[in-house]
């Protein structure tokens, strides 16, 4: 990694969009199905069998984990590697094994190119950020050798 790098290590980098979206678009829906059910009649609530909100349950369960998924990307620069987690994959590079990183126009997340010839999405740099995409992209680069 070179040292003339502005950038205090580690660094890590996160969408700020995406997490807005997850995070209020999950209060919301969890706002909206307690409020529902909660709007029902006593009588209606008792129709509901064990089984259906063992199914509602699972399903608000599996909504929730879709949410912490795209809220938790991140990508961390530390002074030996690159560790970019996507949803619940994480990986992790070496310094030298980063060639570059690309996000072309209207591309919805940076690309990194590697040495072996493949590529590694990184959510954590969102194109919908705007300016923050294109800083974070900038300081990025600054630590490729």
Not at 52 to 78: N, Q, S
Not at 100 to 107: D, I, N, Q, S, Y
């Amino acid at each position: 990694m070179p040292a003339d790098s502005d950038l205090t290590l580690p660094h890590t980098w996160r969408p700020m969009g995406v997490r807005m979206a997850g995070i209020v678009g999950c209060a919301f829906l969890f706002v909206v199905c307690a409020a529902a059910w909660i709007a029902f009649p006593p009588h209606i609530r008792d129709l509901f069998t064990l089984y259906e909100r063992a199914t509602m349950i699972f399903l608000g369960l599996l909504v929730l984990a879709c949410f912490h998924a795209l809220v938790r990307c991140r990508a961390t620069a530390t002074e030996q590697k690159l560790v970019v987690v996507n949803g619940y994959k994480k990986r992790e590079f070496a310094w030298a094994e980063v060639v570059a990183v690309t996000m072309p126009r209207g591309a919805p997340w940076a690309v990194i190119d590697l040495s072996d010839g493949e590529i590694c999405k990184v959510m954590a740099i969102q194109g919908s950020d705007g300016t923050r995409a294109r800083k974070a992209i900038t300081e990025l680069r600054t630590l490729i050798p």
